[in-house]
């Protein structure tokens, strides 16, 4: 009971000091006039700032229940070309109370409704913020009441903001809206921490800063300095220090990461390039900004799963341009290809357009080494790359790459064109794996051994297909200690030597080992002259030329194999054919006049093609013969003049007609 009653007297007590201080506050403000805390306000912000604020508006002063002065269109800074460095449509001030007991006007903080900051920097480097930064550094340092004053303001808030900034020697403008930052400082001369959220090219972001020591910042000599940004497109944060003497310079640990490069590199304005990839990104490096450059140092970057150390170092003058050096251990450029097609579906050259678009935004220099690296099919040793772009002018150069079992060096040059794109190819395979390197290059597998492979190309188009069509250039191969798959060639000759016609069934079968190898193409336009083809390796010997056309991917070519005597060198039998059809899967038919002058039974069909009588009948069977090779015995009867053992099957009205003797 006794308790309940104490705790009933303390209750009416602090509701008596309550109600005497809002009884006292009532007094005490009915005998201050509003114009007096008017100009107690203006006077504090300029004590605080050393800015002399212009009200363009009207004044209302508000001390209960809450005390407060509100400002309408105020403008702080230059205002002669009509855009004020800083204003708002409303400045509100919150006086402390306690002091307004004892008749003193102190501000406790200020709320910005709808402020407009404009940073504008000229060609010359000066800002219409130095006068005013200026000014805000030489009142910092002043001492006594100005101190005071400053320790009594401890935050600045605004709302509905926008800020613009805009520097006219690199043609950059960006505008920042819905600004929600607070402005807080314990002790305004050393520290200044800026939260809140904007929008930026329609992205919210959140933000936190600090400034370890403002006035050092104001005057531009080293302060600490922190920086927190998040948003959908990248997440960014900085640590170190920054001053501006002489120039701005920057130094400290810069990381950023985000869900796609190529997403970011939209939303900042930039093209991407071509192709697949730049999705999953992250940056950590040591960072330094002097003048328009940056230099990042024990760089340690990710994207695509990739992960490589190095330094790199972007500046802007006289244009974007990134430089670098790179190593990883492992590298898959597949992404980066993934779009790229070159066949269709339907065997057929790729119609769809290439794409060119942000080879023109930036310029590049940059070296990367690599313990591994895949790309597509293609598997790729200890690589060193230098991947070069500028105006417009896409290389990679390949200083040494090892390459199915050997090594690859060249360049390959990308550049826009009126017709859509130019490529120029030049390339050098050498020892490499044959069936290796043009299966998984050029989709070709019927070649084994060991060689080399020198490509000279250029082309220009908008597709693959209208690649093909202006293809150009040379190519030669050398191959050693192989095998030519798919074909038996010595088996094959063999047995056509002792029975010519012979030749039914499928002979696409086998492999004809050699021991060099020499192709020698030369394109124009699209269209391969196959000017030196020559196989040689024990008894065989093949040679081969002719034309091939690369936009329809047809062959026609014409060669000869030959059956060479071990003993003398000397030719023991000899060949013709031809090569027709697809790339994918050609038909080689053998010269069947050549089969049938050396067959004895079937040569007097040549000369009875002389006779009216017989040469439809005759042809018939030659036409059977260069189709399918079908021979097969004829019925009893007689025989041709001169005739083997080797029948051949004739039709009726041939067997009627028995062809004269051999000549």
Same mark, same amino acid.
């Given at each position: 009971?006794p308790?309940?009653?104490?705790?009933?007297?303390?209750?009416?007590?602090?509701?008596?000091i309550?109600?005497g201080?809002?009884?006292?506050l009532?007094?005490?403000?009915s005998f201050?006039?509003a114009?007096?805390?008017?100009?107690a306000?203006?006077?504090?912000?300029?004590?605080?700032?050393?800015?002399?604020?212009v009200v363009?508006?009207?004044?209302?002063?508000?001390?209960?229940p809450s005390?407060?002065?509100?400002?309408?269109?105020?403008?702080l800074?230059?205002?002669?070309?009509?855009?004020?460095?800083?204003?708002?449509?409303r400045?509100?001030?919150?006086?402390s109370?306690l002091p307004?007991?004892?008749?003193?006007? +102190?501000?406790?903080d200020?709320a910005?409704?709808?402020?407009?900051?404009?940073?504008?920097?000229?060609?010359?480097?000066?800002?219409?913020?130095a006068?005013l930064t200026?000014?805000?550094?030489?009142?910092?340092?002043g001492?006594?009441?100005?101190?005071?004053?400053v320790?009594?303001?401890?935050?600045?808030?605004?709302?509905g903001?926008?800020?613009?900034?805009s520097d006219?020697?690199?043609?950059?403008s960006?505008?920042?809206?819905?600004?929600?930052?607070?402005?807080?400082?314990?002790?305004?001369a050393?520290?200044?921490?800026?939260?809140?959220?904007?929008?930026?090219?329609d992205?919210?972001f959140?933000l936190?800063?600090s400034a370890?020591?403002?006035?050092?910042?104001?005057?531009g000599?080293?302060?600490?300095?922190?920086?927190?940004?998040?948003?959908s497109p990248?997440?960014?944060?900085?640590?170190?220090?920054?001053?501006?003497l002489?120039?701005?310079?920057v130094?400290?640990?810069?990381?950023?990461?985000?869900?796609?490069?190529r997403q970011?590199?939209r939303?900042?304005?930039?093209?991407p390039l071509?192709?697949?990839?730049?999705?999953?990104?992250?940056l950590?490096?040591?960072?330094?900004?002097i003048g328009?450059?940056?230099?990042l140092?024990?760089?340690?970057?990710?994207l695509?799963?990739?992960?490589? +150390?190095?330094v790199l170092s972007?500046s802007?003058?006289?244009?974007?341009?990134?430089?670098?050096?790179?190593?990883?251990?492992?590298?898959?450029?597949?992404?980066y290809?993934s779009?790229?097609?070159?066949i269709r579906?339907?065997?057929?050259?790729?119609?769809?357009s290439?794409?060119?678009?942000?080879?023109?935004d930036?310029?590049?220099?940059?070296?990367?080494?690599?313990?591994r690296?895949?790309?597509?099919?293609?598997?790729?040793g200890?690589?060193?790359?230098?991947?070069?772009?500028?105006d417009?002018r896409?290389?990679?150069?390949?200083g040494?790459?090892?390459?199915?079992?050997?090594?690859?060096?060249?360049?390959v040059?990308?550049a826009?064109a009126?017709?859509?794109?130019?490529?120029?190819?030049l390339?050098?395979?050498?020892?490499?794996?044959?069936?290796?390197?043009?299966?998984?290059?050029?989709g070709?597998?019927?070649?084994?051994?060991?060689?080399?492979i020198?490509?000279a190309?250029?082309?220009?188009g908008?597709?693959?297909?209208?690649?093909?069509?202006?293809?150009?250039?040379?190519?030669?191969l050398?191959?050693?200690?192989?095998?030519?798959?798919?074909?038996?060639?010595?088996?094959?000759?063999?047995?056509?030597?002792?029975?010519?016609?012979?030749i039914?069934?499928?002979?696409r079968?086998?492999?004809?080992?050699?021991?060099?190898?020499?192709?020698?193409?030369r394109?124009?336009?699209?269209?391969?002259?196959?000017?030196?083809?020559l196989?040689?390796?024990g008894?065989?010997?093949?040679?081969?030329?002719?034309?091939? /056309?690369?936009p329809?991917r047809?062959?026609d070519?014409?060669?000869?194999a030959?059956?060479? /005597?071990t003993?003398?060198?000397?030719t023991?039998f000899?060949?013709?054919?031809?090569?027709?059809?697809?790339?994918?899967?050609?038909?080689?038919l053998p010269d069947?006049?050549?089969?049938?002058?050396?067959?004895?039974a079937?040569?007097?069909?040549?000369?009875a093609?002389?006779?009216?009588?017989?040469?439809d009948?005759?042809r018939?069977?030659?036409e059977?013969?260069?189709r399918?090779?079908?021979v097969t015995?004829?019925?009893?009867?007689?025989?041709?003049?001169?005739?083997?053992? +080797?029948?051949?099957?004739?039709?009726p009205?041939?067997a009627?007609t028995?062809p004269?003797?051999?000549?």
């Amino acid at each position: 009971m006794p308790a309940a009653t104490g705790l009933k007297r303390l209750s009416f007590a602090l509701a008596a000091i309550l109600a005497g201080g809002i009884v006292t506050l009532v007094v005490v403000s009915s005998f201050i006039p509003a114009e007096t805390v008017r100009r107690a306000v203006i006077a504090e912000i300029r004590s605080v700032t050393g800015l002399e604020p212009v009200v363009r508006g009207d004044v209302s002063v508000s001390l209960f229940p809450s005390a407060s002065v509100s400002f309408t269109d105020v403008v702080l800074g230059d205002d002669h070309n009509g855009r004020p460095a800083l204003a708002a449509d409303r400045l509100t001030a919150k006086l402390s109370l306690l002091p307004l007991l004892f008749g003193r006007i +102190e501000t406790a903080d200020m709320a910005l409704t709808r402020p407009r900051v404009i940073i504008s920097l000229e060609p010359d480097g000066s800002s219409n913020w130095a006068s005013l930064t200026a000014t805000l550094a030489r009142t910092l340092k002043g001492g006594g009441k100005q101190s005071d004053h400053v320790i009594s303001l401890s935050e600045v808030r605004m709302s509905g903001g926008t800020i613009e900034i805009s520097d006219a020697a690199h043609g950059i403008s960006e505008t920042l809206s819905d600004v929600e930052v607070s402005l807080a400082w314990p002790s305004i001369a050393r520290s200044l921490t800026a939260t809140g959220r904007f929008v930026w090219h329609d992205e919210p972001f959140d933000l936190s800063a600090s400034a370890a020591d403002l006035l050092a910042a104001l005057t531009g000599e080293r302060s600490g300095l922190k920086v927190r940004l998040a948003g959908s497109p990248f997440k960014l944060a900085f640590d170190g220090h920054m001053s501006y003497l002489a120039s701005l310079k920057v130094e400290g640990t810069l990381s950023a990461d985000g869900a796609s490069l190529r997403q970011a590199l939209r939303w900042a304005g930039r093209q991407p390039l071509p192709g697949g990839g730049f999705g999953l990104f992250a940056l950590k490096a040591q960072t330094s900004l002097i003048g328009g450059t940056f230099a990042l140092t024990q760089v340690n970057i990710e994207l695509d799963g990739n992960s490589a +150390e190095g330094v790199l170092s972007f500046s802007s003058e006289p244009r974007v341009t990134v430089k670098g050096t790179l190593a990883a251990d492992t590298l898959d450029l597949s992404p980066y290809v993934s779009t790229v097609e070159v066949i269709r579906s339907d065997r057929d050259w790729s119609r769809r357009s290439i794409a060119m678009g942000g080879l023109t935004d930036f310029d590049l220099d940059l070296r990367l080494s690599a313990a591994r690296i895949t790309v597509g099919n293609v598997r790729l040793g200890r690589t060193g790359v230098a991947a070069n772009l500028r105006d417009g002018r896409l290389t990679f150069a390949i200083g040494e790459a090892q390459a199915f079992g050997g090594v690859l060096k060249g360049s390959v040059l990308l550049a826009k064109a009126d017709s859509g794109a130019d490529v120029k190819a030049l390339l050098q395979f050498n020892d490499v794996d044959l069936e290796t390197c043009l299966g998984e290059v050029f989709g070709i597998r019927r070649l084994e051994g060991k060689g080399d492979i020198a490509l000279a190309l250029d082309a220009s188009g908008d597709t693959v297909f209208a690649f093909t069509q202006t293809l150009s250039g040379t190519t030669i191969l050398t191959a050693r200690e192989g095998a030519l798959g798919g074909f038996n060639v010595e088996q094959l000759l063999k047995r056509l030597e002792q029975r010519p016609l012979s030749i039914g069934g499928d002979f696409r079968r086998g492999r004809t080992p050699f021991d060099k190898l020499t192709v020698m193409l030369r394109i124009t336009q699209g269209i391969a002259s196959v000017e030196d083809v020559l196989l040689e390796g024990g008894p065989v010997k093949l040679k081969l030329a002719g034309l091939a /056309s690369i936009p329809s991917r047809e062959l026609d070519l014409k060669g000869t194999a030959s059956l060479v /005597s071990t003993n003398d060198g000397t030719t023991a039998f000899e060949l013709p054919f031809v090569v027709q059809g697809q790339w994918d899967d050609p038909i080689v038919l053998p010269d069947a006049r050549s089969l049938i002058r050396r067959s004895n039974a079937a040569a007097p069909l040549l000369d009875a093609v002389r006779d009216r009588k017989t040469r439809d009948a005759v042809r018939d069977v030659i036409e059977r013969l260069s189709r399918d090779g079908a021979v097969t015995p004829v019925p009893a009867g007689p025989a041709p003049a001169a005739a083997t053992s +080797e029948p051949v099957e004739l039709p009726p009205a041939a067997a009627a007609t028995p062809p004269p003797p051999a000549q």
